[in-house]
């Protein structure tokens, strides 16, 4: 770590001020609004709107989905993360290459590729359709949806820490006596553990907030497919700004509270 | 335990990393690989390890080819010059690490395995240290666990790979002579690799001086340093000057292995002073000698009386005494 | 000395270990192989099948459409002014936070974080509560017949919001990494501050700076939630790539809605090629060889 204040570099004043004064005028105050116009409920008024069966509903849903699809992630995530790290085979930079599509990709154009591979009659979705369940227009497909959107979290968060364990942890370990299923077990998997929460809560939080890619799988069916931000929406269309922004108070206030936790969880990890 | 290493080869790519290496280990012995990097030392011991295989030859442990066998069943312990502890696992943890990881029948009770611990804790002077993490702890500390570590399966041979490479000069000294105790004290057959030639000597029965994947002479410290079979092994293992003499012939010889006067005698040759060198107990002289293409290093106590009041330029006269035993058969 | 024989136990263990790790091995490739077609290829062939499944003529149909190109032409604009712009204030945060020590940095990089971990939605609303006709400004606007709210200027500020992150995340660790120590040279050697910024900082920051305005890109023209809270989607006039696609999906014309869609695919596949270009600049930079 090396930076240090001196005076011998200038700039000091110049890229301060012009990173708080952006940071404020483009992001603070904006996010302030939100939170001022909150305030112009009343706590009864509040709570009345955030407990609305609707709004719970969607609540379950979107958190539920997002819960879903990061545990989904966290074991595809690893999975890859840990072919591409260890092995080399044919085709392995394609893979590479790709993973980071769904960042790359606008969330619209995902929305609707998926909703034709999982609608009814689309190629995936018509074996659900034999078995008897839907995948589009459920939360099923909502969570698959956000599974493809979050999949580049928990892969690159792992990737350089998997490849960071030198080599000679596991010849330790394997001289030890450690067969390789123990070495994985018990010396490479823990070591991984707070870079794979990490990666965790990244695909958690993105998947609480995501819309373009879900709104168009979901059905939006209000009390069954309709999620968090798409009430939002719906409450702007109405007019009804202060439902609007309680909702949207709700969501950063309870991601931010999972995400500490998630935080916490990750340092108790990493010192023990 | 014994160990015999028989005609062993490795190559790497296009790179002959060890070339029909014959030696053999007695039991209880401790010996020390050493040479350049690069001299296929490292190689040699991961091979012995099970780490590697070699692409002929075989490893053979008390009368027992093991070539063959994984690295875990081979019963070695092995220390790393990064020390590989586990970073997220207590001091107390990854001592018991090889104890744990034995299938449940030949596993001991936990109570077993704790006081395991703690015994070898105590050996290598730690016990205090159990609970905290590795990265609590100094470079020597890391070490000493990871030997603890290691020794906590009753390896019936260690393998030190560069031990104390990665610690301070001062930490180095100390830990080599623990090492040396250590051995008194448990007499495990022991082969570490190094490329320091003062810690070979001091800590070894036996030195295998190693140079581009050929062994170059096998003997005790004394034996290589006084008969060196070659002049590679003449130079690794000390400083060397070289004396030019008549017909091509030149003989080497060490830098304390002079007599220094202010005035000229019988077979002194005459020399200039480049440079002088107080180095505590000694001091280095610097000297050109007349007919000879390159400057000498002589080392004398720090109080020779051929010292007082010399300074550069000045003349000096030197004979060289060179050991006959110590010039390397090979010209 | 005879060598006795091996015990059949321990020799059979190390080949089956050696056979246990290549299966283990062949399975795991294969699972990663089903992952990636499952999840990453599917959708990719998908829009390109739906796409020129009416043939190459509509194709180009609908993205020549005046719609679509008006589109295009307001998506491209809100990348021209957002990347920029963010590209100077990520510089300027960087360096801020990089070279020097002061209470309240870290708070700072989390502020820097936000945009990027609220929903877009919410990014959209709290312009719609700053600008809207009821919202803070929504009579003052009106007054002087400015409108921000459901007309271009609002969406160009919903990309911004959503893309200030992210040259900065890139360019914080790696002006972090490479320190101060040779613009201080070139200060000892007499530079003024921006010789020192032009000569020294910014090549050594070159791919950093790539990468970050790669990744802006990409977001800012496939930004849909904040956008679509902020346009009036009005064809034509206020819709970005993204928001004609939608239009397009919800009319049931999938072909025309795929193949504005497989643009943007094509795009994506570019800056993917183009990240995966600088990343690897990066990293050569970091162990030290020549870029």
Redesign the interface.
Known sequence: ??????S?????G???G???V??SL??????G??FL?TTELSWAQFIAIVSAPRVLAALKLSFGTAFAAAVLNGA?GT??A???VR?R?P?RKI????????????????G???T??YAPN???GQFATQMGFKIAYSPLGITLAL??VT?PFVVRTLQPVLADI?R??E??????????L?VVR??LL??L?PAWLTGFALAF?RG?????SVI?IAGNMPMKTEI???L??VK?DQ?D?AG??AI?VL??VV?FIL?LAINLLQRRIA?G | MSIEVRDVNKRFGGFQALQAIELHIQSGELVALLGPSGCGKTSLLRIIAGLETPDSGSIVFHGEDVSSRDVRDRNVGFVFQHYALFRHMTVFDNVAFGLRMKPKKLRPSEAVIAAKVHELLNLVQLDWLADRYPEQLSGGQRQRIALARALAVEPEVLLLDEPFGALDAKVRKELRRWLAQLHEDVHLTSVFVTHDQEEAMEVADRIVVMNKGVIEQIGTPAEVYANPASEFVYHFLGDANRLQLDEGRSVLFRPHEVRLSREPQAAYIASEVQDIRPLGALTRVTLRLAGQPEPIEAEVGHDHPGLVGLARGERLYVQPVPSAQAQPSAG | MTTASLPVSANARATTTRRGKQTARRLLIGAAWLTFALFLLLPLLIVLGEAFKQGVGTFFTAILEPDALAALKLTLLAVGISVPLNLAFGVAAAWCVSKYAFRGKSLLVTLIDLPFSVSPVIAGLIYVLLFGAQGYFGEWLSDRDIQIVFAVPGIVLATLFVTVPFVARELIPLMQEQGSTEEEAARLLGASGWQMFWHITLPNIKWGLIYGVVLCTARAMGEFGAVSVVSGHIRGLTNTLPLHVEILYNEYNHVAAFSVASLLLALALVILLLKQWSESRIARLKTGAQP
Do not use: N
């Open positions: 770590m090396s930076s240090r204040s001196t011998v570099i200038p700039g000091f110049l890229t301060l012009y990173t708080l952006y940071l483009l992001v603070l105050i904006p996010l609004a939100l116009k595809i999975l890859l840990w072919v591409l092995y085979f085709g893979i590479e290459a790709m993973i980071d599509l769904p960042f790359a990709l606008p969330t619209a154009v995902a609707i590729a998926l034709a591979l689309g190629p995936i599974t493809f999949l030198p000679e942890v010849e330790a370990a394997a001289c030890l006596g450690a067969r390789p123990q018990h010396v823990p070591a553990l939080a609480v907030g995501e819309y373009g168009f968090l931000p798409l939002i929406m702007l007019y700004y609007a922004t949207g969501m950063l991601s995400l010192h």
